[in-house]
């Protein structure tokens, strides 16, 4: 049946099966929807995103053409209205990125190819990220070295707040040094922006690429007064924007050493489109965030001069990807892009 011609006949939620047992933390579910003979899938998903697509979103897409990405993404946000950002944009983002798979399959290509109509690229650089590293430990110097001799094009540890500022800018350039390259640090929220200012003022010169998140909320006014001190941070976000009108406000006036959005997280690949746009028209570097790895992977495949290297998370990517049949893994410090039609993602189920 040709794309043109397909509608979605059904959306499921099944839970997915690992090679292993299941840890705290692990996605259970996959989306998976059906047309024209064929099966497209994203996974493995959270229990709740995966319980708003169950309860409303699948029945909200039977019927739609599969090929019309962006109408069924304005239709599918029309159902979840004020709940839209976080939960909302991360369900609407799994159905999405499991159409974008079928519509692939349906054409027997990879997304990438049906993402941009110029030369895709064969292989996506990938940086390496390590976040349930605690880098005080006595063990971090060996693994920071073991990761950073694998080829990454840079690598990223989290340095969350609970010291003074002098020892956290201390231990973010002692990172620095055992990487043998200026590190990304992750503050997954936890920091304030006075902590923030203090850090910048310590922080040995080119250790940091940027401290990602470090405030509570992406607040468009305290990062641009953050941006604004004398010992500006460079800082990066993007996990938590939650519409393209955010996006434009955050970059426009908060400038971001760069934008680490997640796929799925910001509605899928039809929203992620638009956020790379933005960020290319404001000149800010992307490094799409890891969480949705190989969608990711997709996007930056099908547009190379926009986005930079994907993060690779070296803990969680791996038993993420134990529901899947094939295994993806970076050689060298980039992944390979699958030639498998959709986005080469199949899961395991029971």
């Known amino acids: ?30 989306v998976l929807v059906r047309a024209g003979g064929a099966v497209g899938c994203f996974g493995p998903l959270d229990d709740l995103p995966a319980a708003v697509v169950a309860a409303r979103l699948g029945r909200a897409a039977t019927g739609w053409p599969v090929a019309d990405h962006e109408g069924l993404v304005r239709h599918l ?3 979840l209205g004020a709940h839209r950002p976080g939960l909302g944009s991360w369900a609407v983002g799994a159905v999405d990125c499991a159409v974008w798979d079928l519509h692939g399959v349906l054409e ?15 292989r996506v650089a990938v940086y390496a990220s390590w976040l349930s590293l605690d880098l005080r430990t006595a063990e971090a110097a060996q693994a920071v070295r073991r990761v950073a001799g694998q080829g ?25 040094v055992w990487a043998g390259h200026p590190v990304a640090v992750d503050a997954l929220g936890t920091w304030d922006a006075a902590l923030s200012r203090a850090v910048a003022r310590a ?7 940027w401290v990602e998140d470090p405030l509570p909320e992406t607040d468009c006014e305290e990062y641009r007064a953050l941006r604004q001190t004398g010992s500006p ?31 799925a997280w910001c509605g899928g690949l039809t929203e992620a489109v638009r956020l790379l746009s933005l960020a290319r028209a404001h000149a800010v570097p992307v490094h ?49 892009l699958s030639d498998r039609p959709g986005l080469g993602l199949t899961v395991r189920l029971p």
Do not use: N
Request: hydrophobic share 50%; net charge positive.
């Open 1 to 30: 049946m040709p794309t043109g011609d397909a509608v979605i006949e059904r959306v499921d939620v099944l839970p997915v099966a690992t090679l292993g047992p299941y840890e705290e933390g692990d996605s259970r579910h996959a």
């Open 77 to 79: 946000f029309a159902q």
């Open 108 to 122: 027997d290509a990879p997304v990438a190819a049906l993402l941009s109509p110029g030369a895709m690229a064969g």
């Open 152 to 176: 990454f094009a840079f690598t990223k540890w989290s340095l969350r707040a609970g010291e003074s500022s002098r020892s956290m800018a201390a231990l973010a350039g002692q990172a620095a």
């Open 203 to 209: 922080l040995p010169a080119g250790a940091v690429r």
């Open 233 to 263: 941070l460079p800082v990066a976000f993007g996990e938590r924007v939650a519409s393209t009108a955010q996006a434009h406000r955050l970059l426009a006036r908060c400038r971001p050493a760069a934008f680490t959005f997640d796929v």
């Open 288 to 336: 799409l965030h890891g969480r949705s790895f190989l969608p990711a992977v997709h996007l930056a495949a099908a547009f190379p001069g926009s986005a930079g290297a994907v993060e690779y998370q070296v803990v969680w990517e791996p038993r993420r990807q134990r529901a899947l049949t094939h295994i993806y893994q970076p050689q060298s410090g980039h992944i390979a």
